[in-house]
C-alpha cells in the first residue's frame, strides 16, 4: 500500500467515526455530508456512494443534497479559497476588478482551482460584510476595504504562509485584519 492509499484509508476511516455518531438518521445526511467534506474537502461520487450505503439512503438523493447546495463541492478544492463578494456594495466599490485580478494573477476562471492545489477562486452575491466593501473571505479570514493593488499581496501572505510551512494564514500581519477579536470573559 502507498502513502496515498494511506492517506485515503485514514480519510474513510474518519468517515466511519462520523457514520458512527450519526448512524443511519436521515435528518442528519447535511451534517454528515459536511463533515464528511471537511475530511475529503470535497464530495466525489465515490465518498457519496459510501455514504448512502452506509446511512441506508439511495445514491440518488445523497447527489441531490450535493448537488442542490452551493457549500458542497464535487471537485477538489484549493488549500485557500477565495470568495469574492460581488453584492451590490462590493460591486460599486470595485469588487469586480478585484475579482479579475485574482483570476487573471492566478491564471484560472471562476471556480477553478490552481494546479499547485493552493487557491480556488469563486464569487458570491453578498457574505454580509457590506460595511468592509469591497470585500472578501480566504477559507474563515475577512479581507475588507480592499483594492486591486490588494490582489497580489494576499496571493504572496497565502504563498509565503505555505512555503513557511504553516496551515493559514492568521499569523501573517494583515490576515483577518477586519474580523471581530474574541471575547475573552465577563
Known amino acids: 500500500m502507498d502513502l496515498k492509499d494511506n492517506e485515503i484509508k485514514k480519510k474513510f476511516n474518519k468517515l466511519d467515526e462520523i457514520l458512527a455518531i450519526y448512524g443511519k438518521d436521515h435528518e442528519q445526511l447535511i451534517r454528515v455530508l459536511q463533515k464528511a467534506q471537511d475530511v475529503f474537502g470535497y464530495l466525489p461520487e465515490e ?8 446511512m441506508g439512503i439511495p445514491v440518488s438523493a445523497v447527489n441531490g443534497v450535493v448537488t442542490f447546495y452551493s457549500l458542497f463541492s ?6 485557500y479559497n477565495v470568495n469574492v463578494c460581488l453584492g451590490t456594495a462590493c460591486y460599486v466599490q470595485g469588487a469586480q476588478k478585484i475579482y479579475e485580478g485574482f483570476k487573471e494573477q492566478l491564471g484560472i476562471k471562476d471556480g477553478d482551482t490552481t494546479e499547485d ?3 480556488t477562486v469563486r464569487s458570491s452575491r453578498c457574505i454580509g460584510a457590506c460595511g468592509l466593501a469591497p470585500v472578501l473571505t480566504v477559507n474563515e479570514d475577512v479581507h475588507g476595504k480592499l483594492s486591486t493593488k490588494d490582489v497580489a499581496k494576499l496571493i504572496s501572505r497565502y504563498k509565503k504562509n505555505e512555503t513557511a510551512g504553516e496551515d493559514n494564514g492568521k499569523d501573517l500581519p494583515g490576515v483577518g485584519d477586519y474580523q471581530e477579536p474574541t471575547p475573552t470573559g465577563p
Open 47 to 54: 465518498v457519496q456512494a459510501y455514504i448512502s450505503h452506509k
Open 74 to 79: 464535487t471537485e477538489p478544492k484549493g488549500k
Open 117 to 119: 492545489m493552493l487557491f
